[in-house]
């Protein structure tokens, strides 16, 4: 069995900074790309950032220069760095990881349990 818990939200006034994390436990082989969507009241879930095995980085163009993502393939984590946080920040925001559970087995996406951000003076 697979757990993603995500930590690191709350309230955070606009210009202000928060640091995600979410740790991968269980029975796991390896880790593939991890990510972070996020999903607003009344609105589809939306991609945030995402980084692969070898460190490589995408955005959305709205947190592009504020947002940093990484991880820690030793600890099987991955953090978002958020700064100049937004009103338009404000979200549920939800770890992702595609993991392989057993060599030879395709990958899966497992989600964590979401953890608020909001952004608000």
């Known amino acids: 069995q697979v757990q993603l818990v995500e930590s690191g939200g709350g309230l955070v006034q606009p210009g202000g900074s928060l640091r995600l994390s979410c740790a991968a436990s269980?029975?796991?082989?390896?880790?593939?790309?991890m990510g972070w969507y996020r999903q607003a009241p009344g609105k589809q879930s939306t991609l945030v950032a995402r980084?692969?095995?070898?460190?490589?980085?995408n955005y959305a163009d709205s947190v592009k220069g504020r947002f940093t993502i990484s991880r820690d393939n030793v600890k099987n984590t991955v953090y978002l760095q958020m700064n100049s946080l937004k009103p338009e920040d404000t979200a549920v925001y939800y770890c992702?990881?595609?993991?392989?559970?057993?060599?030879?087995?395709?990958?899966?996406?497992?989600w964590g349990q979401g953890t608020q951000v909001t952004v608000s003076s």
């Open positions: 269980g029975s796991i082989f390896s880790i593939n790309a």
């Open positions: 992702n990881a595609k993991i392989q559970v057993r060599r030879g087995w395709l990958s899966s996406d497992y």
């Open positions: 980084i692969t095995t070898g460190g490589d980085t």
